[in-house]
T-cell receptor
């Protein structure tokens, strides 16, 4: 089955800096790669996703890049703000009834 | 739509008791997933259904865990008997799986504490 590795497990940045989180996946058939943000005590919520026919996607301060050959994808957050502090999960899948396999998560802390 | 609805939001029970968690997926979604979240293991997929049929339950940790989906608008996850190591947040999520994979929507979660 699919295996997703996510790094780093924790990331601490100063407000205004950029943050990058990286994931690798194992199943070359995976074609859907979403990123979820989970605030403390709340549910994971989708912030951006990318499909295998696209190399990069951007939404305001958030961007995701995908390298299908190397089987890795990354989340980039620019001009970080304290409200970006949360746990971020990458996921891969899409081939079996929408099943997603999640990475272990990255705790992002943005210091004012 | 109200989103994915889970109940109870919090459950505290004693070891050996039966626990039943409930989920109502978003109307029109045809795939339903049960995840368990702990600090040590992250988000683990326990079981998922498509069109009310269980597709893969290989993530269910033991025979003490069972799940059903009797119709398109309701699913249950049951633990019997419960053990302290079952303490976790259990999330139900739903999506529309057809053609391009749709967004996975999570419920608020059920926080289970087994004493």
């Amino acid at each position: 089955g699919e295996n997703v590795e996510q790094h780093p497990s924790t990331l601490s940045v100063q407000e205004g800096d950029s943050a990058v989180i990286k994931c690798t996946y194992s199943d070359s058939a995976s074609n859907y790669f979403p990123w979820y943000k989970q605030e403390l005590g709340k549910r994971p919520q989708l912030i951006i996703d990318i499909r295998s026919n696209v190399g990069e996607k951007k939404d305001q301060r958030i961007a995701v890049t995908l390298n299908k050959t190397a089987k890795h994808f990354s989340l980039h957050i620019t001009e970080t703000q304290p409200e970006d502090s949360a746990v971020y999960f990458c996921a891969a899948g899409g081939t079996s009834y929408g099943k997603l396999t999640f990475g272990q998560g990255t705790i992002l802390t943005v210091h004012p | 739509d109200a989103g994915v609805i889970q109940s109870p939001r919090h459950e505290v029970t004693e070891m050996g008791q039966e626990v039943t968690l409930r989920c109502k997926p978003i109307s029109g979604h045809n795939s339903l997933f049960w995840y368990r979240q702990t600090m040590m293991r992250g988000l683990e997929l326990l079981i998922y259904f498509n069109n009310n049929v269980p597709i893969d339950d290989s993530g269910m940790p033991e025979d003490r865990f069972s799940a059903k989906m009797p119709n398109a608008s309701f699913s249950t996850l049951k633990i019997q008997p419960s053990e302290p190591r079952d303490s976790a947040v259990y999330f139900c999520a739903s999506s529309f799986a057809g053609g391009n994979t749709g967004e996975l929507f999570f419920g608020e979660g059920s926080r289970l504490t087994v004493l």
